[in-house]
C-alpha cells in the first residue's frame, strides 16, 4: 500500500504555465527515487457542473505515491529540498515556496536555510508517527496552515 505525499509549488513572480513546467522537472527528479512509485498531478476540486472533465488539476501541485516508511519521506523532502535550493541558488531565478503534505502534516519549505534543517527534522519524525489522514492533528512547529500571500489553493 502507498502513502500519498502532496507537494505544492508557490511562485508569485511566475505565470500558471512557468509553475507548470518547473512542476513537470520536480516530477522528473521525485520519479528517480525507488520508494516513488507515482507522481501524478493534483487536483484542485470537481470540475464545474456540465463540463466533461473528471476535476480540475492543481497547477504547481503534485500527489507522491510512495513507499510507506519514514526513509521514503525522508527522501522526498531531500530531493524537493535540493530542488528548491538548485532553483533558488541563481540571483536571477524568481523565488520558489513548497509545501509537502502528509498524514496531515504540512511543512512549508522556503528560499531561506535557517531553521530549515530543524523544520525538516521535525517534519520527518511527526509525519512518521502522524494519525492517518483524516484524523485532527496540529501542524509541526513552524509550519503555516495557509497559503503563502498571493497563492491561490
Known amino acids: ?8 509549488l ?13 512542476t ?7 520519479l528517480e527515487l525507488d520508494d516513488v512509485e507515482d507522481v501524478a498531478a493534483a487536483t484542485a476540486g470537481a470540475a464545474p457542473p456540465g463540463s466533461r472533465a473528471i476535476g480540475l488539476i492543481a497547477i504547481g501541485g503534485l500527489i507522491v505515491s510512495a513507499k510507506p516508511t519514514v526513509e521514503a519521506i525522508a ?39 535557517q531553521e530549515q ?11 512518521d508517527a502522524a494519525p492517518p489522514a483524516g484524523a485532527d492533528s496540529a501542524p509541526p512547529a513552524g509550519a503555516d496552515s495557509a497559503p503563502p500571500a498571493g497563492a491561490s489553493s
Open 24 to 30: 513537470l522537472a520536480l516530477r522528473r527528479e521525485l
Open 75 to 113: 527522501k522526498i523532502v531531500g530531493v524537493v529540498r535540493d530542488w528548491l535550493k538548485n532553483r533558488n541558488s541563481s540571483k536571477a531565478a524568481p523565488r520558489s515556496t513548497l509545501r509537502i503534505t502528509v498524514n496531515g502534516q504540512t511543512l512549508e519549505l522556503t528560499p531561506t536555510e
Open 1 to 8: 500500500m502507498a502513502q500519498d505525499v502532496r507537494v505544492d
Open 10 to 22: 508557490y511562485d508569485e513572480e511566475l505565470d500558471p504555465a512557468e509553475v507548470d513546467e518547473l
Open 117 to 127: 534543517s530543524a523544520l525538516v527534522d521535525e517534519f520527518i519524525k511527526r509525519a
